[in-house]
């Protein structure tokens, strides 16, 4: 069975200051692998996904992600944080079917 | 094109009481997921159809949840009777069969039990 472990569930950022939220899986299967992001009274919207080839994948918003397979990771990074990424950032694997990590709150300070 | 579309978008009841939640999935999309999200965690399966037919109803409180996909479009999920503990936002998704692609949300229903 596939699993998502994001390690903090709270992660506190200047402005302008990189963004690291990280997420390991456990897959006995080559996986898929998505970020998603919720603001608040919202539903989660996709943010990359990373399936097969280049394993640097780019989303939205400045975003992007690397699959290591060798260390089974998913990082999500962004160079430079906006107040606008203040968030919950979810890691998801796509095996026999989804599964979510508990989450990451992103605050970003002035 | 249009997202999945969930309807109401809040709902307060009382416990023991009931509800239903309704959830219209992008077109085309043979995949259904209802999830319920309590405050300060992650999405929580509750259900999954193909089409009409249920994949995946594991983590389900089938003595007190309900869900159908009738013509494997629409799906309703309903609570009877409710709990203090169901109070959580149900967020309902939609995705293609294809493995490698992403569930697209709604913005999910918060309900509240008083």
């Known amino acids: 069975a596939q699993s998502v472990t994001q390690l903090g569930s709270h992660v506190s950022v200047s402005e302008g200051a990189l963004v690291l939220l990280r997420c390991n899986y456990s897959?006995?299967?080559?996986?898929?692998l998505f970020w998603y992001v919720q603001y608040p009274n919202q539903g989660l919207q996709l943010l990359l996904k990373y399936t097969t080839g280049a394993t640097l994948v780019k989303g939205i918003n400045g975003f992007e992600a690397e699959f290591k397979k060798s260390e089974t990771s998913f990082h999500l990074t962004k160079p430079s944080a906006h107040m606008s990424d203040a968030a919950e950032y979810f890691c998801?694997?796509?095996?026999?079917?989804?599964?979510f990590g508990s989450g990451t709150k992103l605050n970003v300070k002035p | 094109e249009a997202g999945v579309a969930q309807s109401p978008r809040y709902k307060i009841i009382e416990k023991r009481q009931s509800v239903a939640f309704w959830c219209n999935p992008i077109?085309?999309?043979?995949?259904l997921y209802w999830y319920q999200q309590i405050l300060g965690q992650g999405p929580k399966l509750l259900i999954q159809f193909q089409n009409n037919g249920v994949v995946d109803d594991s983590q389900l409180p089938k003595d007190r949840f309900s869900a159908e996909r009738l013509k494997g479009v629409d799906s309703t999920l309903k609570i009877q009777p409710a709990k203090l503990e169901d109070s959580a936002v149900y967020l309902c998704?939609?995705?293609?069969?294809?493995?490698?692609?992403?569930?697209?949300f709604g913005d999910g229903t918060r309900l509240s039990i008083l």
């Open positions: 998801a694997v796509r095996g026999d079917k989804f599964y």
């Open positions: 897959s006995s299967v080559p996986p898929y």
């Open positions: 077109s085309g999309h043979a995949t």
């Open positions: 998704a939609s995705s293609t069969d294809s493995p490698n692609q992403p569930q697209h």
